[in-house]
């Protein structure tokens, strides 16, 4: 019997690796609302991206989710206020918006990098007005945030990048600022987690008195604005911290996986399209565009029928939802010829070369078969 090749197989740190972290803990008698562990854990992930030329402020969070919805209300933008956002993301990059009391403006992405770009975004300010904007660090794949710098000081529009899933691969700007999630499935897993990396303190001030019930720590306790609970556990921390001890080792090995995968199914599929992004890059997933004419649909069918596990990630698109169907700013054909031949295959540290084989001749074979049908 062919045994099952998984979709993805969460890349966490071992109960052992975590444990002494967590011995601190028992030590410190200290669980939750900021504590060393905590602290330690902003300070080492702030160190992780360049000091030029101002530090980076880390603001642990819940999740990613709560990181994107803190990180926009810490705008504070008008009420209901609109935050153009690309129609290929996972839906809690909408969640979020709704969430911080603002409105979804969907809009359309890059046909070769499968991003909200800072052109797209201009363009769609030439047809309509809106208040920020949350691109995404989309599959992993890094956004310009120089670039974005540059949109807003041009436009005076806030920028917050979704890289949720883009630890790794993606810098903060001067004044763009960053959310990024810890969940278990993400590039760097601390089980559930988040946070969000920005160049000003008071930016990070308020942020955090956001995530403490929007208890205002200056004021001797007083709430200005009603926050919710959005802080990170000592236990949380602990799991992070081991899996940053493991990240060179775990980015070395997906990056060298990342390329020899794509290498081997462009070799030998060339009518498929991979997202163009740096090349070496950390990924944690691989994501192909199958040729025109092929449903992303009907090959991961006939995958499951081979034992291949394959996710259409972000299919149906944002306004594919009915929550925010009303929120596309007009026809968005990227999208949807994107969410339609997209295929996320099987991508994690346990994959043997022989898995990686089958995947593609699997594939390959389906295609032929597709191409040959009437
Ligand atoms: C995973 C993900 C989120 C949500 O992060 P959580 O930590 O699960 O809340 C948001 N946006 C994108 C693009 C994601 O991939």
Known sequence: MKNIIKLLVPEMPK????LP?????????????????????????SRSFSREPTKVHVV?????????????EALRLRKAGRVLVPGLTFVATATAIIRAGLTPLISDVDPDSWLLTPAIARAALAETPFDAVMPVATYGCPQDVAGWDLFTAETGIPVVVDAAGAWGNQQVGLTTKVAFSLHATKALGGGEGGFVAARHHAYGQSMRALSNFGIDAQ??????????????????AAVALAALDNWPTVAETRRSLHQRY???????????KLQVKPA??????MLVLLPPGVRGVDIQLRLLGEDIETRRWYCPPLHGHPA?????????PVVDLLTERLLGLPFHLSLTDADIERVIDCLADLLTDQAAAP
């Open 15 to 18: 109960v052992e690796q975590i």
């Open 21 to 45: 972290y967590w011995q601190q803990i028992d030590e410190n008698r200290w669980y939750t609302n900021f504590g060393p562990l905590v602290c330690e854990l902003e300070e080492r992930l």
């Open 60 to 72: 642990s969070m819940a999740n990613g989710t709560c990181a994107l919805q803190i990180a926009l």
């Open 219 to 236: 004021s001797g306790g007083l709430v200005f604005d009603a926050g919710e609970n959005g802080k990170m556990s000592e236990y949380h």
């Open 262 to 272: 794509a290498a081997r199914l462009l070799a030998r599929i060339p009518a498929l």
């Open 280 to 285: 070496d890059g950390v990924y944690s997933l």
């Open 324 to 332: 925010f169907q009303a929120c596309a700013a007009g026809p968005l």
